[in-house]
């Protein structure tokens, strides 16, 4: 019978590999930026903007909604 022990010691094995790759490619490296300008209009409608900062801890970046 496998415990509950064994049974996540078996799980990590099979992830360690793909995670130690995962930030051996992304360390140190900025993550990448969403779209800069959003928009729900799809007719006239009044227009609305919203300017949300995003703050990551590499870098910030403000992406603007139009609604």
Known sequence: MITFFNSWKLVISTIVHPYMQYLSETV???????????SAC????DKRRTNITCLYFDCKFVIILHA
């Open 42 to 45: 799809s007719k006239d409608c």
């Open 28 to 38: 140190g490296k900025p993550l990448a930026q969403q779209v800069s300008l959003l």
